[in-house]
């Protein structure tokens, strides 16, 4: 039944191409979620990301791999070590009509911190800025407020609107309300507002006084279906065209069916597993008189041998997984080459390692796990707690759903705990900064260090990367940084989740890093 | 009369009360919102402020009163997530889930009182047997996976009907109905036959007990000993009683699934509150949480008031009752 049917579809699709190449059409994507809000600076999120760029253009962005590449700013140069000009690129107008100026850019800079009720501000990526002003008309000299190589990593996130439509009597101007009505939603990119029904369809169409190269769809309709299960099915059935987040479940349905396919890659978040290392009565550990084995780095080791990565990706994850030997990609910089791959699972060199460290007889441990937060996250914590049982690591675990994971997390009721981490800035200094960097909370280090991991030399690194502006001396303190920690079992990383995206079978996609689905980059096949 | 429907609403009030309480406590024991809310990202003072601009630094009591008294004047407070008012994002979904269950419960009382007095006047015939086993799989199938398999067989397979959505809509005052186009219907008749299959077969059940035990009554016996047609006892004497009972079935299966169409919902990505509900549970919204258990608490208990008026009109007995 089905396979007469995609023959008639696949036929009929190819005399439509034939007869109309340039007719009206529209793109529905299924998304695995909806945005809180289209005001493009309310709340850090990546559904609303991903829309914001589509309707605005910051000055910089990022490339399927995380690099950066001018967007807005056609080119920018230091002024001082601590002064950037960016320069806006000549001929860009706003959807209404109104042309880009540097005044624009000083508005939504400053638009940034008035937004009012946000549950993660975008004062996020401004908190290095000291001062934005416009040189002339299509000049902007950024502040920072010390030497600050990630700006343009920063910039990304943040879009360019319309001073003189998103002007209002609110102190922010537009108030988030109005915009995610559509009032003041105005910016430079390749597609505008139509319709939002929360819950339901948000509708966008084809700017068409776009700048540069005009988008293969004429109108974009973006529907979320929490359910992966529905979006499946919903792709199959050609009610849409493109879903998010395939589930392990139907990839062998899609593949095998005529109409659709898979795009995936390139790894992108990180789980693993953070190990207590602060104090000695840590709860869940028991059998070792009161002392904490985790802090012995021979014990970490043999935690990190005992695990199976490959294993796990391949059948635990289905395939949808790259196994992982640092907390960042291979193709992030700063990761050390010499931990892109893993050391291999070796449960033998494991026990005798424990033995080494005086545990050969063992100790038992709690490890907690979210539930139904990451892919299959409770089934890989299963997995190698089986694993660290197996040298004698006698673990149990405690999966629990999200809400409830993360009060524990945060209340430092687990001694291991498996958890994931996602590098939005292409960069590994942000990632070791979050999770191994010591702890310190008015500086904002190691703000998600919940293991307590603390290691001068670490952190010697990491501030002096943090301030280095040339690239290459950068990377290279990165490097040293990250084997320096991977060397020391400071936390077991697992694997790499890998994207993936199903799509009718004429289309292209080329996967992102960042997990964004941007209707602009999705094209026709020749 | 009235004196009952303002011990009702007394009743009401208590009730509300309580589960405030109850939903309040109950999320700040689940876990911290700003857990969920805050990207990781955020530093510990970026994620102080944030908790601060919620107010969910003060002591649990004080968010409590404040809460409370803000209620008291019909501002439920804003969603933590959106940071739209919570009231107003509970009204804007509950057309959708009105028109969905609304259908539901249509679909279901027209296959299920029909089914349910055939399976009752004729209990020992076969037809009746395979309308009563069938019932029990209308009920014992999970809704989730009904919902799978019509989608896998008349979307996917045969490709007559939507996936999932609601279709093209009408906007009729301030609300968008989806049931008075074409497009919108056929999005309807999946996620309705799901929600009512479960419904139905309830219906079917009730019906059918009501009944035959009707059935055996004296005044049965006598308009048939009277001479009249079965067709007239049938409607007039029989049917006028079975709907008491299926009237309260139906009244609180309706309330029910108004509440929690939440897993329906769900499978066929329709934007009504159920959806919202169990996604402001999770990213623990307080404000959507509570405002929406309110809500439905207030609803179930009109609709319970409702039908028991409606009872007085068909009942002459029970308008005794109340007079006592």
Known sequence: MSFTRSHLFASTAALLLACSPVSAEDLVIGTKSEPSSLDPQFHVLSPNMQVSLAIFEPLVRQDAQGAIEPLLAESWELASPTEWDFHLREGVTFSDGTPLTAQDVVFSLDRVAKVPNSPTPFTLFTRQIAGVEALDDTTVRITTKQAYPNLTVDLVNLPIMSKAAASGDAP??????????????????????????????LILEANTSYWGEAPDWDRVIMRPMTNPATRSAALLAGDIDMMEDVPTGSVGQIEGDANAKIVSGPPARVIFIALDQERDDSPGISGTDGENPLKIKEVREALFRAIDREGIASRVMGGAAVPAGSLGTPNMFGTSADHEVPAPADPERAAQLLEEAGYGDGFSITLGSPSGRYVNDARVAQTVAAMWSRIGVKTAVDAAAAPVFFKNRDHRA?????????NNTGEIGTTLGAQLATYDKDAGQGSANAGRYSNPELDALLSEASKTMDDDARAKLLEEADALAMSDFAILPIHFEVPSWGLRADLEYEARADQFTLPQNVTRSE | MSAFVINRLLQAFFVLLVMSVLVFVGIYLVGDPISMLVSPEATDLERDAVRESFGLDRPI??????FLGSA??????????????????ILERMPATVELVGFAMFFSVVIGVPLGIIAGLRPEATFSKVIMTGSIFGFSLPTFWVGMVLIMLFAVQLGILPTSGRGETVQVGPIELSILTLDGLRHLILPALTLGLTKASLIIRVTRAATREIQAMDYIKFARAKGLSSSRILRVHLLKNVLIPIIT?????FGQALAFAVVTETVFSWPGMGKLLIDSILTLDRPVVVAYVLIMVLF????NLVIDLLYMVIDPSSREKVRD
């Open chain 2, 249 to 253: 079935v139906a009244g609180l299966e």
């Open chain 1, 172 to 201: 922010e101007g537009r108030t988030t309300t109005e915009l995610n009505r559509g009032e003041g939603l105005i910016g430079t990119g390749p597609f505008t507002f139509v319709s939002w029904q929360k819950g339901a369809d």
């Open chain 2, 300 to 303: 179930l208990v009109l609709l």
């Open chain 1, 414 to 422: 687990y001694s291991a705990y498996l958890a994931s981490w996602g």
């Open chain 2, 72 to 89: 008291l004047q019909g501002d439920f407070g804003r969603s933590f997530l959106t940071g739209e008012p919570a009231l107003q994002l």
């Open chain 2, 61 to 66: 009591f004080v968010q409590y009163i404040t």
